[in-house]
């Protein structure tokens, strides 16, 4: 069955600096990976997607991901935080077997300080 | 507009109370699926629907008992509820084959409190 872990429950950073938000995921078959975005009381946005074409995903509001399957890992990076990027994160896999379900990490919580 | 739609917002309802949240999408998916969101941010499958067939049902209580009139519709009704049940439950809609390749569009979120 297929998980992911989020290593940082809580991540801060000041305004400007790079962000980093770190995910490992596990499966049996080549997996989809995904990042969405919660701001507080709100939706969750699909911020971008891995779908086993280019390893360097570029996805909205200048985040990045790579999928390193050496490393089974699908970090989410942005060179310089903005305040509203604060907000929670979560790291997602689906395997494409049969119906799809989405398996979803516990979240990451990123604050931005000016 | 395109888009998953769910009411209510907010639900604040007492303990034993039976209750209903409703979901709506225009996207012409054929897959919805309810999720459910602890307080610690946490979010669970519940159920998924393709074309008004149950396909996935976690370890839920049967309190809970989704219903799809249709394709476009996900309801899903709360027998007696208790106080663990507060939550926020999320809809979401996705066309079958393409979750894989494309994730799911999500509706704002119901939060319920049970009081």
């Known amino acids: 069955a297929q998980s992911v872990t989020q290593l940082d429950s809580h991540v801060s950073v000041s305004e400007g600096t790079p962000v980093l938000l770190r995910c490992n995921y596990s499966s049996s078959y080549s997996p989809s990976l995904f990042w969405y975005v919660q701001h507080p009381n709100k939706g969750l946005q699909l911020l971008l997607k891995?779908?086993?074409?280019?390893?360097l995903v570029k996805g909205i509001n200048g985040f990045e991901a790579e999928f390193k399957k050496s490393e089974t890992s699908f970090h989410l990076t942005k060179p310089s935080a903005h305040m509203s990027d604060a907000a929670e994160y979560f790291c997602?896999?689906?395997?494409?077997?049969?119906?799809?379900?989405?398996?979803f990490g516990t979240g990451t919580r990123l604050l931005v300080s000016p | 507009d395109t888009a998953v739609s769910q009411t209510p917002k907010y639900l604040v309802t007492q303990m034993g109370n039976d209750k209903s949240i409703k979901c709506e999408q225009n996207?012409?998916?054929?897959?919805m699926y309810w999720y459910k969101q602890d307080s610690k941010k946490f979010l669970k499958i519940m159920f998924s629907?393709?074309?008004?067939?149950?396909?996935i049902n976690e370890t839920v209580p049967n309190r809970f008992s989704p219903k799809s009139p249709d394709k476009a519709h996900l309801n899903l009704h709360i027998n007696s509820l208790e106080l663990g049940d507060s939550a926020v439950y999320f809809c979401?809609?996705?066309?079958?084959?393409?979750?894989?390749?494309?994730?799911?569009?999500f509706g704002s979120g119901t939060r319920l409190t049970v009081v």
């Open positions: 979401a809609s996705s066309q079958k084959g393409t979750a894989f390749n494309y994730g799911y569009t």
């Open positions: 997602v896999v689906s395997e494409g077997t049969g119906f799809q379900k989405l398996v």
């Open positions: 891995y779908t086993s074409a280019a390893t």
């Open positions: 996207l012409g998916h054929d897959t």
């Open positions: 629907y393709n074309n008004k067939e149950l396909i």
